[in-house]
């Protein structure tokens, strides 16, 4: 798997052409999607979801899902993930040479028998059956599998969710053989105290297994909880570009948090991602050929640099 | 001065009546402004900078702050703060009862020069005479000063600004007699490993005088900053209802940080602010009456409470 980290301090991994493209109604054409990955990693971004390798009835935007993997995986030092929500997507995206495969898992069970039909448990239950599949394939071809346990922080139809349970299934994932398991705050419902409780749980409960955090800013809170993650020693967050996506709501309450605002927040704070903030903000333009007239959020974008400012790896150079 | 501190863990200084409504061209009527104030109080804001004591040829908006600041005085337990540009309004200040006067001072001597024009020593000098005039004032009539130094943590004409230097300005301002002295990022430029660091620094070097922190939005890092600055022990932030004021950028890009945002991460981390958040967003409604068609901003007013949220005065119940 591409993917060196060792001259970064943070890996952003962004979520916009599967998590974004897939709330939107609209289908971006496969030709531009390839010129958007093409250009998000150009501008130094590591890892990117690149599609979901669900029905395309269910989700028409995500139909060319193969398509896109085979044209990511060729881009040098690129972590091509993509979505499956089952053994079948499973398949399909070790076909298309995905390097990382992400399952939906939510830790309430409301949440998970609406959005995906299973209870949690067997939804892990499949997701174990991925991992098998995975061990059985050649190293060079084996993707590894990584879950971000939505509803982690609390549901929009239950309410709280017991942090145990949310252990306790971030355990039974590391026991079905996930990679690296991390939380979701699929309803924008998480504060940062809670953030800082839980990720330094599942460190000490899963160790070097955990990993991701997936805020929303459904209610503004995205980067303050990112500020009480890494605190914690989260090192990989997932980010939309423009927010695209999950915006249910009026203007400014977008669903992930923006990628672009994110990478500032990391670089200013001293952490290198190994991004170019002018090339990011360039990228937004490929996104809006696509999905012509789209609503794309962002401060930064809005406001530019500020005067002075220094990249993290620049402020390194001794 | 009213406004008791023993059942709240934050301050929250809600300074949209004058921060925001002098960075808008309309001029909000006299009476929708009291209303709008009582709103707030009646949400449970303990402190409110209701107007400037400005010159009415510069600032048509601010005209009836004297009228407004005998108003808002007559509610009970609220902190009635207004912005004094020079002894002349210190004076008028005085005159109508204001319980705190605001100083602008600034680090950037260029945004200083363009601002006030007067140099960072020039505006430390006036902030001095006032001190000394209301030290004269029998104690039931005296105003304690406050001053947040702009710019503290950048400056969009000068870049950086000298850490240093913002300290010694601070302790200048100490010694000039000002009882609590704060950072303001006026720039929208500051990030949380320099709020960290500066307002610790402030706390060594002027403990029980160390103030407000007051954080702008403009690149989406405003509640990011103010979950640093809630680690070194600040306790009183500035915001403005609906983001009102200071937005030069495209939607989203507000100049303060968002009253309703702020509150809400306030609340669910624990933190008793003694606001009621339907309450507060209630209070908008005046706000647009006052002034109709404009841009309200915020994220919670449009996602609405999570299910089963709890305010932090309700957890420590026991």
Known sequence: MPGSRSDIDVLVSEVGPRDGLQSVARVMPTEVKN??????????????????????????????????????????????????????GAERGIAAGVHK??????????????????TPEQAIEQVRKACELCAGLPPDSRPSVEVGISTAFGCSIEGSVSE???????QDLVDAGVTSVGFSDTAGCANPVQVKRMFTRLQREIGSRSGAAHFHN???QGLANVVAALET???TFDASQAGLGGCP???GATGNIVTEDLVFLLEAMGLRTGIDLERLIAARAILLEGLPGESLYGHLPNAGLPKGFAYASARRVR
């Open 101 to 118: 495969l992400n399952f939906p898992v939510s830790a309430s069970r409301e949440h998970s028998l609406s959005n995906i039909r299973m």
């Open 218 to 220: 459904t209610r503004g």
């Open 249 to 251: 709501y009026a203007p």
């Open 35 to 88: 010129r958007w990955i093409a250009a998000l990693a150009a501008a130094g971004v590591r890892e990117i979801e690149v599609g979901s390798f669900v029905s395309p009835k269910l989700l028409p935007q995500m139909a060319d899902t193969d398509q896109v993997v085979r044209e990511a995986v060729k881009i040098d030092g690129l972590t091509v993930l993509a979505l499956a929500p089952n053994l079948r």
């Open 164 to 170: 145990d349970w949310v252990m306790k299934m971030a």
């Open 233 to 235: 020693g989260v090192n």
